[in-house]
T-cell receptor, first 114, second 114 residues
Framework: GENVEQHPSTLSVQEGDSAVIKCTYSDSASNYFPWYKQELGKGPQLIID?????GEKKDQRIAVTLNKTAKHFSLHITETQPEDSAVYFC?????????????FGTGTQLKVEL | GAGVSQSPSNKVTEKGKDVELRCDPI?????LYWYRQSLGQGLEFLIYFQGNSAPDKSGLPSDRFSAERTGGSVSTLTIQRTQQEDSAVYLC????????????FGQGTRLTVV
């Protein structure tokens, strides 16, 4: 089955700096890669996603890049703000067996310091 | 409702008791997932339902765990003879279909086994 690894587990940046979180996946059949943000006491919420036919996607301060050959994808947050502090999860999804299971990375605790 | 609804939000139970956790997915969503999140940990896949297909139970940690999805809508996760290691947040998510679409999460049920 799919295995998703995520690094780093914790990341501390100064307000205004950029933050980068990296993930690798194992199943070459995976073709959908979402990123979720989880604030304390809440369920994860989608912030951006990318499909395998695209190499990069950007939404304001957030961008995701995908390297299918290397099976790497990354989340880039620019001009970080205190409200970006949260746990971020990457995930990979693709048809496996009879269904389309979302496999998550282990999460990155991002702290944006003033 | 507007989103995925889970109940109860919190559950404290005595070791050895059975518990039922409920998930109301977004109307029309055919795919439904259960995940477990232990304190400070990632999202551990438990089970996945897609339409009328047989569920993917590959993530259930033991035969004390089971889940049903009635009428393609509401799902119930049952844990029998609860153990202290079952203490975690149980998250439910639904997707409009199982291919390359956003998964919407509920707020979760925090289960504490004492």
């Amino acid at each position: 089955g799919e295995n998703v690894e995520q690094h780093p587990s914790t990341l501390s940046v100064q307000e205004g700096d950029s933050a980068v979180i990296k993930c690798t996946y194992s199943d070459s059949a995976s073709n959908y890669f979402p990123w979720y943000k989880q604030e304390l006491g809440k369920g994860p919420q989608l912030i951006i996603d990318i499909r395998s036919n695209v190499g990069e996607k950007k939404d304001q301060r957030i961008a995701v890049t995908l390297n299918k050959t290397a099976k790497h994808f990354s989340l880039h947050i620019t001009e970080t703000q205190p409200e970006d502090s949260a746990v971020y999860f990457c995930a990979a999804s693709g048809v496996t067996g009879g269904g389309n299971k979302l496999t998550f990375g282990t999460g990155t605790q991002l702290k944006v310091e003033l | 409702g507007a989103g995925v609804s889970q109940s109860p939000s919190n559950k404290v139970t005595e070791k050895g008791k059975d518990v039922e956790l409920r998930c109301d997915p977004i109307s029309g969503h055919t795919a439904l997932y259960w995940y477990r999140q232990s304190l400070g940990q990632g999202l551990e896949f438990l089970i996945y339902f897609q339409g009328n297909s047989a569920p993917d139970k590959s993530g259930l940690p033991s035969d004390r765990f089971s889940a049903e999805r009635t009428g393609g809508s509401v799902s119930t996760l049952t844990i029998q003879r609860t153990q202290q290691e079952d203490s975690a947040v149980y998250l439910c998510a639904s997707r409009i279909r199982d291919v390359n679409t956003e998964a919407f999460f509920g707020q979760g049920t925090r289960l504490t086994v004492v």
